[in-house]
């Protein structure tokens, strides 16, 4: 069975463009959940879907947004980039209620 | 509000050395537990998890206990390899129709030959 992938696995860009990161996850799950690792802040928590529809939020501004499709897989957007949004989105994947999430490779995105 | 504690690293050991890495929590409700561990350059793995007091969870050798008493739950191994050198993340999950993970600040372990 395939993992969890995201594309792109890389980018550059500059402050104040957007940028649009995808994730794919395991056939069958139906949770898609997005995180942040920085080296100052660590792991930190963005947003959850669960069939189409946002769960759960984190404390990031509204910059950041997602959504997720019907196959369950899912985008997210930030908005006007700053140079503090320079980190690795992490992507992960469960089965409903099952708390064992999978998580993808990640897109390291730098802002410039 | 859920929170998670490690021991800050870096952690240096010799191979065949025996393995702490300290966790603590603190949760409003009854928490699942786990350990992952991110590879350089790569996504995060799960370890091990416990899903209710005294559980045990283990793989490839690593342990961690779940200990409500002392809202811990330790991370350890008795001979650590070149290879299990990584960062390695403590982590919680609350039930409640959610599946947000709350991480501590990881700990990375360098095993020397």
């Known amino acids: 069975k395939a993992g969890v992938t995201q594309t792109p696995r890389y980018l550059i860009k500059t402050r104040g463009q957007q940028v649009t990161l995808s994730c794919s996850p395991i056939?069958?799950?139906?949770?898609v959940s997005w995180y942040q690792q920085t080296p100052g802040q660590g792991l930190q928590f963005l947003f959850e879907?669960?069939?189409?529809?946002?769960?759960n939020k984190g404390n990031f501004p509204g910059r950041f947004s997602g959504r997720q499709f019907s196959n369950s897989r899912s985008e997210m957007n930030v908005s006007t980039l700053e140079l503090g949004d320079s980190a690795l989105y992490l992507c992960?994947?469960?089965?409903?209620?099952?708390?064992?999430?999978?998580f993808g490779p990640g897109t390291r995105l730098t802002v410039l | 509000g859920n929170s998670v504690t490690q021991m800050e690293g870096p952690v240096t050991l010799s191979e065949e050395a025996f393995l702490t890495i300290n966790c603590t929590y603190t949760a409003t409700g009854y928490p699942s537990l786990f350990w992952y561990v991110q590879y350089p350059g790569e996504g995060l793995q799960l370890l091990l998890k416990?899903?209710?007091?005294?559980d045990k969870g283990s793989n490839k050798g690593f342990e961690a206990t779940y200990r409500k008493e002392t809202t811990s739950f330790h991370l350890e191994k008795g001979s650590v390899q070149v290879s299990d050198s990584a960062v390695y993340f403590c982590?919680?999950?609350?039930?409640?129709?959610?599946?947000?993970?709350?991480f501590g600040k990881g700990t990375k372990l360098t095993v020397n030959p």
């Open positions: 982590a919680l999950s609350v039930a409640g129709g959610s599946e947000k993970l709350v």
């Open positions: 416990a899903t209710k007091a005294d």
């Open positions: 879907y669960f069939s189409e529809t946002q769960r």
């Open positions: 992960a994947s469960s089965r409903t209620g099952g708390h064992e999430q999978f």
């Open positions: 056939s069958g799950h139906r949770s």
